[in-house]
């Protein structure tokens, strides 16, 4: 594969969880509020994406629309994680 064609692996969502992923070299792009996912859209499903992955909590309270746009998505894959807070938590469970 030459250097130019390679895709992007897009961490998505809350800043805990975007910060761990940064660790890894993933690029990501903090969206606390799932709501607010339309405002990163177009950069999230760019040609050079291969890979967005979420925290399973903050993916289902995306809206409708665009979820059902992710969870139909070949390219980029959607891929969700198991939330590391549950909602009014300090710790990491």
Do not use: Y
């Not at 289902?60 to 665009?66: G, I, Q």
């Amino acid at each position: 594969m030459e250097i130019g064609n390679e895709k992007e692996v897009i961490a998505l969502g809350r800043e805990i969880f975007t910060d761990l992923w940064r660790l890894f070299g993933f690029k990501i792009i903090v969206c606390d509020d799932p709501n607010d996912v339309h405002k990163h859209w177009k950069e999230i499903n760019s040609q050079d994406v291969a890979v967005i992955i979420t925290e399973e909590n903050w993916f289902f309270k995306m809206p409708l629309r665009l979820r059902l746009l992710a969870e139909r998505s070949i390219s980029p894959a959607w891929v969700k994680f198991p939330t590391l807070l549950h909602e009014g938590e300090d710790m990491l469970v």
